[in-house]
């Protein structure tokens, strides 16, 4: 089994512009080093409830130099703490908090709004959260800061960037919502050329999209989840520690499995495997079964043959999975992978065994299923939150593929 093959990247720390207020951070999750902190004072915006709350007097804009960057920027990461003051009482969900830019000498070359409810939240809550939002950014929880006697939520906001050949500044500016931002550290990661794949750590994979992966036919992330799953058993404090783990990911794979019309005798997997995982000794004996019951559940999806433009296909299928909810079509990515769209749409279909648009159809209603069960937004807001721009065609196509309409199972999350 590989590691996680991801690029091996630079980040370039910006200087920020400090208020008077230190802030002690904790971090309860691994961050690649050039991500770490130093204990001292961050940067806070404008904000709070009514004119004459004490943070209305905090400025609206940090401005921070780009210029002499080594390398071509390729991603914004943002810690900190998004956002103060942002409960749903007095911002609700689908407020316009803040926008990203980045000018060259001349114009605006990028921008990127912030939402409540995909960008941000309440950060007093501090129940971790890890969201794909679709539109080139992600947000995970990695730790908790304290403020005012308040203890807050850090998250890292990840933004990426499209190829920008200069850039002079980024622009982070609040507009004006009740939310105050809390920016302990910004960073751009640089193009670089892909190292030793062992040292990567990012771009984990959320156990309960593992059944819309295997809906969709994902080979790409489903090979990434069984990755993460051997790395998880390979560091479990104990055997049954490492046969749960390996239990419970197999249940999501059969699980996901049934509901692409797997076999009945898919019932009898989990009993089975687990009376062999109590009679192994070793924790790489647990991850090499549980792997292979994995891969064999799953044959039936992704026992195609692998061509030589099986690579290109994952890549597309990266593109798809953080770009999802933009106006994305098969022109776009067969430009961005150098192809021509006829050439990419046979490719696609022969790798996938399905049409591009379809496959895109179906990953957006996997992300709105999920954000309707946990997120418990407007049916409206989800639709265009994942790339719908008419209602109806996102009712009628989401009750198609669910065989429950979207308000119904809005509810059931409720």
């Known amino acids: 089994m590989k590691g996680f093959l991801e690029s091996e990247s630079k980040y370039h720390s910006l200087e920020l512009k400090r208020t008077e207020a230190t802030v002690e951070v904790r971090f309860n999750s691994d961050l690649p080093p050039e991500l770490r902190l130093s204990p001292g004072f961050a940067w806070m915006s404008n904000g709070g409830s009514n004119r004459s709350h004490p943070a209305r007097s905090l400025p609206y804009s940090l401005d921070c130099k780009l210029e002499g960057l080594a390398g071509a920027p390729r991603r914004i990461e943002l810690l900190g703490v998004f956002a103060r003051f942002a409960e749903a009482k007095v911002e609700p969900a689908g407020t316009l908090g803040a926008t990203l830019q980045i000018h060259d000498e001349r114009e605006m070359v990028f921008r990127q709004d912030l939402v409540q409810g995909r960008h941000y939240g309440d950060a007093s809550d501090r129940q971790p959260i890890q969201r794909v939002s679709g539109d080139g950014t992600s ?43 809390v920016i302990l550290g910004i960073f751009i990661e ?3 050329k892909a190292g030793c794949p062992f040292h990567s750590k990012s771009g984990l994979i959320p156990l309960r999209e593992v059944s819309a ?8 992330r489903f090979v ?42 898919l019932h009898r997997v989990q009993l089975d495997t687990a009376r062999k995982l109590d009679r192994l000794d070793c924790k790489e004996a647990i991850s090499k079964e549980v792997i292979a019951q994995c891969e064999s559940i799953a044959e039936p999806l ?18 798809v999975d953080r770009n999802y909810a933009k106006n994305l079509s098969d022109v776009i990515v067969a430009q961005q992978l150098g192809l021509s769209t006829s050439h990419f749409r046979f490719l696609f279909r022969e790798t ?24 418990g937004l407007p049916v409206s807001q989800v639709a265009n939150a994942v790339g719908f721009t008419g209602l109806s065609h996102f009712s009628r196509a989401f009750t198609q593929r669910f065989a429950a309409s979207p308000t119904s199972l809005r509810r059931q999350g409720a």
């Open 213 to 220: 992966i295997i809906r969709v036919g994902d080979r790409r």
């Open 139 to 181: 947000i995970a929880t990695c730790g908790e800061a304290e403020l005012d006697d308040i203890v807050y939520r850090v998250d890292r906001l990840t933004v990426d960037l499209p190829d920008i050949s200069q850039a002079r500044n980024l622009v982070f500016r609040d507009l004006g919502s009740p939310a105050s931002f």
């Open 224 to 265: 990434k989840s069984l990755e993460q799953l051997e790395a998880g058993i390979a560091v479990a404090n104990d055997l049954d520690e490492a046969r749960g783990q390996a239990l419970t990911f197999l249940a999501v794979v059969t699980a996901g499995m049934l509901e692409s019309g797997g076999s009945r005798e």
């Open 352 to 375: 996938t065994g399905s049409p591009f648009h379809k496959y895109l159809i179906a990953i957006r209603l996997e992300k709105a299923r999920l954000m309707l069960l946990e997120q």
């Open 302 to 319: 992704f026992s195609g043959p692998e061509s030589p433009s099986a690579h290109l296909i994952d890549k597309a299928m990266g593109i």
């Open 190 to 192: 640089l193009e670089r």
